[in-house]
């Protein structure tokens, strides 16, 4: 397992952008968001494995892009006209190269997970 950090929540008003860093203490293949609101499940946001390949979730197609710094092992979820359904709390996870190949958005694909950090958008 490696360490994972998340930074850059905060508070915006609908239309608002955030971005959320992870920063990983180690190699890592395969990484995504999750996120996590009050009495819902956690359920995945986007995914990036190591050669770039991203994916994204219907909700938030077009306006979030997940990026990663291969040099700084560190990834990035840009988030751009936030939505208040967009409000949770946000994790990263990731996993190395021998644990992935399976669905990218169960979360039993990773086996580092950050604390979190919350995203609030008010309307």
């Known amino acids: 397992q490696v360490q994972l950090v998340e930074s850059g929540g905060g508070s915006v008003q609908a239309g608002g952008s955030l971005r959320l860093s992870c920063a990983a203490s180690g190699y890592t293949w395969c990484m995504a968001w999750f996120r996590q609101a009050p009495g819902k499940e956690r359920e995945g946001v986007a995914t990036i494995t190591g050669d770039g390949t991203t994916t994204y979730a219907d909700s938030v197609k077009g306006r979030f892009t997940i990026s990663k710094d291969n040099t700084k092992n560190t990834m990035y979820l840009q988030m751009n006209s936030l939505k208040p359904e967009d409000t949770a709390m946000y994790y990263c996870?990731?996993?190395?190269?021998?644990?992935?190949?399976?669905?990218?958005?169960?979360?039993?694909?990773?086996?580092?997970w950050g604390q979190g950090t919350q995203v609030t958008v008010s309307s």
């Open positions: 996870a990731a996993s190395p190269p021998w644990r992935c190949g399976g669905s990218r958005y169960s979360p039993d694909e990773y086996n580092s």
